[in-house]
């Protein structure tokens, strides 16, 4: 059992950077695979980063280098840093863990943070 708890999130505005956590709980952290999604109102979750164990690093398209994922497995946390952000990038943006191996399918996480709003103003 894994829990994810999300933080960072914030009131920005467009043009700014933020920093997003995810702290996972227990000791084998190292051994899971994680991603980021987020969902704006009204709209599908979407996929926004992953990191595999390997440390190998996936990016959604519309991502195009402003975002960086990394993790600290002595830390047992992941990050998600984020630059020149835009007003459509607000949303919840939820942290995810697979146990098996992540992909840009939320059915492939087996745990979820709570989420940690961003907001991002013109």
């Known amino acids: 059992q894994v829990q994810l708890v999300e933080s960072g999130g914030g009131l920005v505005q467009a043009g700014d950077s933020l920093r997003l956590s995810c702290a996972a709980s227990?000791?084998?952290?190292?051994?899971?695979?994680m991603g980021w999604f987020r969902q704006a109102p009204g709209k599908e979750q979407e996929f926004v980063a992953e990191?595999?164990?390997?440390?190998?690093?996936y990016y959604g398209d519309f991502v195009k280098g402003r975002f960086t994922i990394s993790r600290d497995n002595a830390k047992n946390t992941a990050y998600l840093q984020m630059h020149s952000l835009k007003p459509e990038d607000t949303g919840v943006y939820y942290c995810?863990?697979?146990?098996?191996?992540?992909?840009?399918?939320?059915?492939?996480?087996?745990?979820w943070g709570q989420g940690t709003q961003v907001t991002v103003s013109s």
């Open positions: 227990g000791r084998t952290f190292s051994s899971y695979d």
């Open positions: 990191i595999r164990r390997s440390g190998s690093r």
């Open positions: 995810a863990a697979a146990i098996v191996a992540s992909s840009s399918y939320p059915n492939q996480y087996d745990y």
